[in-house]
Nanobody, 120 residues
Framework: QVVLVESGGGLVQPGGSLRLSCAASGSIFSINAMAWYRQAPGKERELVATTSGGNTNYVDSVKGRFTLSRDSAKNTVDLQMNSLKPEDTAVYYC???????????????WGQGTQVTVSS
């Protein structure tokens, strides 16, 4: 079993910053990808940023404001969010594609979600 634990959400004023952290633990043989998604009330879950094979990609709405960083040795991924806007308000979810053995296929795992609220 693999568990993703997130931290770092909260309330911040527009223009402020927050840093989200996610740590994966458990029966991890290898991690193919790690990412952050978000889901605002009444909207579908959307991919915010993802890293895989040394490549990092961002949704257009956060480019230049958010930075994803991964520590492969620690199985962690952080999301530094700067210049936050009210439209960034959402529950943010950590995602990881994990192989639990040398012959296993990769499975998707999700964190429990952390609330980010941007409001004055």
């Amino acid at each position: 079993q693999v568990v993703l634990v997130e931290s770092g959400g909260g309330l911040v004023q527009p223009g402020g910053s927050l840093r989200l952290s996610c740590a994966a633990s458990g029966s991890i043989f290898s991690i193919n990808a790690m990412a952050w998604y978000r889901q605002a009330p009444g909207k579908e879950r959307e991919l915010v940023a993802t890293t895989s094979g040394g490549n990092t990609n961002y949704v257009d709405s956060v480019k230049g404001r958010f930075t994803l960083s991964r520590d492969s040795a620690k199985n962690t991924v952080d999301l530094q969010m700067n210049s936050l806007k009210p439209e960034d308000t959402a529950v943010y979810y950590c995602y990881s594609s994990v192989r639990t053995g040398p012959r296993s296929v990769a499975f998707a795992y999700w964190g429990q979600g952390t609330q980010v609220t941007v409001s004055s």
